[in-house]
C-alpha cells in the first residue's frame, strides 16, 4: 500500500500561500499582470487557457487575455510579443502551444522576453537552469520537485529515473533532480533494457506519454513513482503513463491520475507570475 501524493492538496496549500503573498505585493502598490495568448480554438487548450485564468482570478493576478485567429501570421504574433514585452505593467507572457502549423513555436518562444517566460521555456531560462543560475523554471518539473518536498521524499543520493526526454518535462526533470542531488538516469524510446534501468530508480518518473505503459514489472519494490501523463482508457476513465492498479501496491508513495502531478503544473506557473514581479 502506497502513500497518495496528493497534488490537489498540496496545489491548493500553494494557492493559498500565492494569494496571501499577492494581496501583500497590492498593499505594497505592485500588481502582478500574465498576459496569454491562444491563437485558434483547439478545444483542450481553450480549457487550459480557461483554467489558467481561473487560477489566476483566484490568486488576484490579473490576466490579459489575447484570442487570435487561427490564420494570425507568425509576422503579427512576434509583433504582439514584442509589444508584450515592452510594457512594462506585464509582468508575465504565456503562448498557449501547439500554435498552428503555419508558425514556427521555437521562434515564437524565442522572441519572448526571458524575463516574461514565466512558461520557462526560453534557452536562457532552460540554459540557465542547465548551469545553475536563477531563471524561470518549466512548470511541470518543478511542480514535481515541491510534489517531492512537500511529501517529505528526499532526493539526495536517491536514484532518479526520468522516463521520456522532452524540453518540456523529461530534460528540465532531470536536471533538477540533479540539482537536489539526486543521482540520475534519463531513457527514452530507444533505451534498451528500459526495465532494467527503471527497477533501478527509488524515484521514478514516468513521462511517456503512453497510458498504462509503466507496469509492476518496471518497478522496485518501494519506489515513489511519479505519473505525468494523463490519458483515456479503454472506458473512457483518465489515466497516467503508470497502471496504477498494478504499481500502487509495490510503491512506497505514488501520484494519482488525476489529482496529482495536474494541480501542480498550473499552481507553479502562477508562482513564476508572481515571481516574475521580482524581475
Ligand atoms: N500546452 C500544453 N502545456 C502547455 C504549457 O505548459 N504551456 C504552454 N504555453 N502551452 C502548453
Request: proline residues 4%; negative net charge; charged residues 25%.
Amino acid at each position: 500500500m502506497a502513500f497518495i501524493i496528493d497534488g490537489k492538496k498540496i496545489a491548493a496549500e500553494m494557492k493559498e500561500e500565492l494569494k496571501t503573498k499577492v494581496e501583500w505585493m497590492k498593499k505594497q502598490g505592485k500588481e502582478v499582470t500574465l498576459a496569454v495568448i491562444q491563437v485558434g480554438k483547439d478545444p483542450a487548450s481553450s480549457v487550459y487557457v480557461g483554467n489558467k485564468k481561473k487560477a489566476c482570478e483566484y490568486i488576484g493576478i490579473k490576466s490579459l487575455a489575447y484570442e487570435l485567429e487561427e490564420a494570425t501570421t507568425e509576422e503579427e504574433l512576434l509583433k504582439l510579443v514584442e509589444e508584450l514585452n515592452a510594457k512594462d505593467e506585464v509582468n508575465g507572457i504565456l503562448v498557449q502551444l501547439p500554435l498552428p502549423g503555419h508558425i514556427n513555436e521555437n521562434k515564437v518562444i524565442n522572441t519572448i522576453s526571458s524575463k516574461k517566460d514565466v512558461d520557462g521555456f526560453h534557452p536562457e531560462s532552460v540554459g540557465a537552469l542547465s548551469i545553475g543560475q536563477p531563471g524561470f523554471l518549466s512548470c511541470t518539473p518543478a511542480g514535481i520537485i515541491e510534489l517531492l518536498k512537500r511529501s517529505n521524499i528526499e532526493i539526495e543520493g536517491k536514484e532518479c529515473v526520468v522516463v521520456g526526454r522532452s524540453n518540456i518535462v523529461g530534460k528540465p526533470m532531470a536536471l533538477l533532480l540533479l540539482r537536489e542531488n539526486g543521482t540520475v538516469t534519463v531513457c527514452h524510446s530507444k533505451t534498451k533494457d528500459l526495465k532494467e534501468i527503471t527497477k533501478r530508480a527509488d524515484i521514478l518518473i514516468a513521462a511517456i506519454g503512453k497510458p498504462k505503459f509503466i507496469t509492476k514489472e518496471f518497478v522496485k519494490e518501494g519506489a515513489v513513482v511519479i505519473d505525468v501523463g494523463i490519458h483515456r482508457d479503454e472506458n473512457n476513465k483518465l489515466c497516467g503513463d503508470v497502471d496504477f492498479d498494478q504499481v500502487e501496491p509495490i510503491a512506497s508513495a505514488i501520484t494519482p491520475v488525476p489529482g496529482g502531478v495536474g494541480p501542480m503544473t498550473i499552481t507553479m506557473l502562477m508562482n513564476n507570475c508572481v515571481e516574475s514581479v521580482l524581475l
